[in-house]
Structure formats: C-alpha cells, structure tokens
DNA sequence: TCTCATTTATGACTACACTCAGATTATAGA
DNA sequence: TCTATAATCTGAGTGTAGTCATAAATGAGA
C-alpha cells in the first residue's frame, strides 16, 4: 500500500458522531447524508468564490474531506454536483416569486416579477449561471439529473400555469386553452432571451427590455375576446 | 530535436500545389485556407461516423494530416470545431427549408415546414446535435464562436421575420408587432421543446405534436381582427 | 463476541483537451 | 541569390475530470 491519507478527524460533523452509537436506524445512512451534505456545502462555497471552471474536484474533495474518488460517488461528474448546489436554491427562489405576488396585477406584471426574481438571482454570478444554464439545458441519460430538472421545471411550468389559471378564472383568458402549453411557451420567452444575455448576443438591460413586450404578444394569443 | 514527423504528402489538396508556384497571391494564406478545410472536413468525417464525444481532438488532427498544436491554432477548442462543421450545413437547411415554401400556405404551415426540416437534420445524430446546443447555448467569450452563432440566428430569425411581414402584407397578421420580436418568440418555442427532446423530457413525437398546437397558441396573438 | 458478505472509501492512475518553447517555413528587401 | 524577420507549425508536456483495483467499515447471523 502506498500511505494512507492522516486526516478524517477535524469534520465539520453536525455534532452527531458519538463514537459508539450504534444506533437503530443504520449509521451507513446517517454518514452517506452527511458526507452528501458536506461534500455540496464544499462544493457551493468553491463555486461561489472561486468560480465554477477555477474549482477543481480535488479541491471539493479535500474541502468535504473525502477521497477524490468518493466523490463520484455521490456526483456523476462535475457538473452533477453544480445541479446538487443550484436546485434547491432556485426551487426556493421561484417558489418565493410566485408566493409573493401582489393582489390583483395583470398577468404580465405577474409573470414579470416572477422572471425578475429569476433574473436577479442569475446576475448573482454570471459563470455560475452560464455553467449551470449550459449543463441544464441537454442532460445526459444520467437519470438523477434529467428528475432534477423535471423537478426545477415542474415547480416553474406549475407556477406559471397556476398564474394563468387565476386568470382563466376571472374570465380575462380565454378558456378553452392548457395553461401548462401556455407556460412552456411563456418559459421558453423567457429562456430564450436569458440565453442570449448569458451567450453575450444581448446586454442585461435588452434581455429585460425585450422581454415585456414578447410576453404582451405572446399573451395577446389567450386572452378572451 | 526529436524525430520529425514524416508526412506531409500525401495530403488530399484541391490540385493546387505545383511545388516552386510562387504566385503573388501570397502562398501562406491559401495554405492556411487548406489547411482549415482540411481540418473541417476531417472534424466532419469523425464526429459523423465515430461521434463527438468518442472522437478525440489527436485524430482529427492526424487526419488532417497537422501537429495537435496546429488544430488549436485554427479552432480554440473542440467545441468550437463542432460549430465550423455545423454552421454551414445548417444554415444551408434552414435557408433551403425556407426557400421551399409551397406557395399559398398559411403562416403555421410554413413555421412546421421549417421546423421539420431543421428536426430532420438534427435527428440525423442526435449526440452530434447534443453537443451542438449545449455548445450553442451559452457560448464562452470567445468572439469567433459567437459571430457564428450570430450568422445563423440572422438567417433563422430573419427567415422567421420574411414570413411574418409576407403574413402582414396580406392582412392577415396584424401591421403593429415587430416581425423580428416575433420570430424570436416562434424560434424560442421551437427551441425550447428542442431541448426537451434532447434533454430526454420529451421523445421526438411529443415534441413535434406539441409544437404546432404551442405555434398556434402564438400566432392567435398575431393575427388581425 | 467473532466471522464474512456487502457496502462504502480511497488515491494512484488514465485519458484527453489544451499549452508553449522552440523549430520550420514563407516573404520582403538587398 | 542570400538574409532577416515574421508567420506558422509542432509534439512533448501539463493539468484535471473521472476510473478502478484494492482496502476499510459496517451489520447480520452464529
């Protein structure tokens, strides 16, 4: 054998590993979170300051504490682990957008504060946004990713579509329309022009600009006459 | 030194080397056009048979018939190779989808005669194609990949923006809505569904089926009352 | 408590995209 | 033609994502 790393004491534990616990429900399970937990905390944290393309594996590994090998264990690549560390947070971010909706605003303003909400959150880091719009946008086979994405997407095509269901309620919208094609649509708006910002073809400021009145036209289309 | 490759001969040139040809037209930059032909050509051959993935950038070099250093010369990465290869065939099928519109029909036909072309020819390798849109989604810094990004959205949008102002000159579509902001929105909802399919959200046939009825749903707000 | 099968961990190793210091080749001027 | 300079080429070398054979930890049954 070729010397065996020293280390695997000083971990950032949750302040849960007594020695001897050999507690009823499976310690294996109860490590494998924590070492999951520890290794996407390690992995935010580089991302967040370092930059998504600066961090190294080795360096997440060494900073969760684990064998580089370990960690493709938990994550299937590199980019794995950046989904691991973006979709809770923007899960909880478009949720909040949606939930704090102020009463009675058009459907417009509505879906405007939603993608607001959004925008500020990619401006937060443009590389962190880039890599991750790039990884999310065609996932491999890799199962675990693609039912992350569907969850992302779920949570936003849902809100979108309840948004446009209120508006269907009120009469204001046509009825004989499927609010979830209609959010695809409003989404893919949306993404489009994100993806232009963050491929450079537009300024921040023109993706914004442009965005209100390719939503109007696009509401023309489902508002009842 | 150590050991000077040996080839340089055999190499599959456009019949133009008579060897003491010391034309005025500066010998050097039709080399170089060859030799960025060659290249594209034998990125072309490999990513088709052996895909993009599983094509390393050695061989295409070897093919080349060049050094490794000399590919990065021409290309400033893989990806980027995969753009050359794929800019000019797609912008001649979307412009040969454009071309052929059967006379007389109406704006949702012409957009799914487009697009069926354009899914034909991605279908043709879907991972060429995954590749592709990841790397033309958000393109990095690098100015010549976005210039080619820029030409075929010109072509596609503008080919888009043709058939809506044809669609206005008629009457049919309402005279006050920018053609090109249109164009956007139709492409994004294309794109958007593209990526579900790639993405493995969607098979091919749920893509191609919803994408008429999410067409439909935006032309509604374009058209003239 | 002691097997022993199964799960989990490890880091040396591999493969490959990309770099760089130095070699080679083309051109312009004498 | 020869020389100097600039452009172009080159492949051994480098850094890093991801693999794999081997080792350690765990827990069920005796």
């Known amino acids: ?25 499976g310690r294996r399970e109860r ?3 924590e070492k999951l937990a520890r290794i996407v905390e390690a992995a935010k944290e580089l991302f967040g300051t370092k930059g998504f393309a600066e961090t190294t594996t080795q360096e997440i590994a060494e900073k969760a504490d684990i064998g580089t090998g370990t960690l ?3 994550a299937k690549s590199k980019e794995d682990l950046l989904v691991m560390v973006f979709k ?28 607001d909400t959004m925008i500020v959150y990619h ?16 996932p491999p086979e890799n199962s675990s990713r693609r039912s992350d994405l569907q969850a992302l997407m779920q949570v936003i095509y849902g809100g979108i579509a309840d948004l446009v269901i209120a508006g269907q309620k009120t009469g ?11 959010a695809e649509s409003f989404f893919a708006i949306y993404y489009i022009g994100l993806l232009g910002w963050l491929g450079g073809l537009a300024t921040r400021r ?17 508002v009842a006459h």
């Open 1 to 25: 054998m070729v010397e065996r790393k020293e280390k695997r004491t000083s971990v950032a534990h949750a302040g849960a590993e007594n020695k001897h616990e050999s507690a009823p429900t």
């Open 31 to 33: 490590n494998k979170q």
């Open 72 to 74: 493709f264990l938990y």
């Open 88 to 115: 809770d947070e923007m899960i909880a971010t478009s949720q909040a957008a949606f939930g704090k909706q102020p009463a009675g605003s058009s459907l417009i303003d509505q879906l405007m504060h939603v993608f």
């Open 123 to 138: 401006a937060q880091d443009l590389d962190l946004a880039k890599a991750l719009i790039r990884e999310i946008t065609v």
């Open 172 to 182: 204001k919208l046509r009825q004989d329309i499927d609010p979830l094609l209609v």
């Open 206 to 222: 023109q993706f914004i600009n442009r965005l209100r009145p390719r939503l109007e036209c696009a509401i023309e289309g489902i």
